[in-house]
């Protein structure tokens, strides 16, 4: 108590404006456990940014931690080019105080002699990532939360090949932000005549026209311009780039939801703005039955992950999960490359994570693709595409999270391009007579009946933190015996990376003689453990109930 507590003291002096000293002075006459918490740690800059709730403190997301990360950032980026003329690209979403964090990042980034190029408005973060390479910056910064709850804001930061962050960059920014210690060593921009670069409707042209050479079934298409698509970006960014592509690609009847097209950081129409949950597409849903639509499409704040959902055969809409998406994308993009004779040349190669599902190697196996599992981040697939890149092909990778991106042009999740394949794919199974629903049991009945599942186990604050570290020490010093009554063979564990050949990390799998695969790790984003379930065979419904009961 008295180490916070002298934390929270010391954002009583000059170095902090009047408003956050003023609010810290109510906290320490407040609740204890609330001045704990936002003081009992400095906000962690880990290997892809900062996540935090929103508010005064050093475990919160405000513009002191805010510019003590960015000035770690620059003096990061002076260390390694000098004298060289140095640039950055910023966007931010719809949330609460994003372009707020945004103009601060951009003035402490001006103020330490770097160039800003700063979107107008609103941008997804699929966009800023193809910005990056576009624009010829040597990195990039993303504003936002993704599908966090609404008081959660966030900083993306991403490296000169579109990419987010990794070694060693990551590690060594990391190291320059921990030597920011105090706001008096952030160059915040009090100088008028120091202005970011704005962009907008170049960049949007350029990045539209770059997804749509990836699409595959235009012709089917225009034969089927007219079907029926709701479309929801949940108060976030996907109205700047879904439906304009949607449109570019020739859907002339792409429905909306009024009241998620209004861009808020307050998110009035969700509890979540998650396109994994089927309460934040409820609305979108509900939508598509009262005109007819056959195909719902979602995408999250930051417009990187997708929701869809579709009619099963009986008529009834039904959410799709990530893993069933990829599916769908990794057998559509396959079938397709594989007519049009592009898996001829050039070596083509796909990505997927370790958690993501195995009907993906099956796919992949009929076709002869290569398929590299990485760990889970996109950045991790992206370090697969840089690995190859000028030698080989990237067809297209995805992960469990709904997150899917085809092509190189964005080196993160992307929802435009990914909603441009699954309309497009709807086009091509209608000239067939089949749907969405029925192609994807056509394909079980070829590869076979791979479920997945998911539980997660949330535990908030300082001592809930500690709790998610127990168990994973717990499991590492007693793994389970048997996963729903079949007996466990294998066990990996990827902090020992000699054995794995993958970067360590907090990372357990344990695998069972019937093929059953469980997967546990703490989420990077959140304050909860995760726990991934996969198994294949006609009682998979069956076993993934044993197994989160088994987990829970």
Known sequence: MEQYMAVAKSWLSESFDEATRKEVAELIKGDPKELEDRFYRTLEFGTGGLRGIMGVGTNRMNKYTVGMATQGLANYLKQLYG????????????????????????????????????FEDIRPTPELSFSIRHLGCNAGIMITASHNPKQYNGYKVFWEDGAQIVEPHDRNIIAEVEKITDPSQVKFNDDPALKPVMIGAEVD??????????????????????????????????????????????????????????????????????????????????????????????????????GVAVRDDKGKLILLNGNQILTILFAYMLDRWNALGKLKTGDPFMVKTIVSTRMADAICAKYNVPLYSVLTGFKNIATVVREFEGKRVYIGGGEESNGFNPGDFVRDKDSAASCGLLAECAAWLADRGQTVY??????????????????????????????????????????????????????????ETEKTKLPKSNVLQFLADDGTIVSVRPSGTEPKIKFYFGVRGSDADERIDQLKQQFA
């Open 83 to 118: 004298d060289k003329p140095t640039s950055v690209v910023i966007s931010y979403d719809c949330r609460n105080n994003s372009r707020y964090f945004a103009d601060i990042t951009a003035g402490v980034l001006l103020k330490s002699g770097i160039k800003v190029f700063l």
């Open 205 to 306: 042209k350029a990045f539209l026209d770059s997804i749509y050479t990836l699409m595959l079934s235009l012709d089917a298409v225009k034969r089927h311009s007219d079907m029926k698509i709701v479309y929801t970006p949940l108060h976030g960014t996907g109205s700047r780039t879904v439906y304009p592509f949607l449109d570019m690609m020739g859907f002339k009847n792409v429905i909306h939801v009024p009241e998620q097209d209004v861009n808020s950081g307050d998110f009035p129409t969700v509890v979540s703005p998650n396109p994994e949950e089927p309460t934040a597409m409820k609305m979108a849903m509900e939508k598509a039955d009262e005109v007819g639509a056959d195909l719902v499409l979602a995408s999250d704040p930051d417009a990187d992950r997708i």
């Open 438 to 495: 029925g192609y994807l049991q056509e394909l079980y009945k070829e590869f076979g009946y791979y479920k997945e599942g998911l539980t997660n186990i949330y535990r908030a604050g300082k001592e809930g933190a500690a709790e998610i570290q127990k168990i994973m020490k717990d499991y590492r010093e007693n793994p389970p015996k048997e996963l729903a009554g079949s007996k466990v063979v294998k066990v990996i564990d990827y902090l």
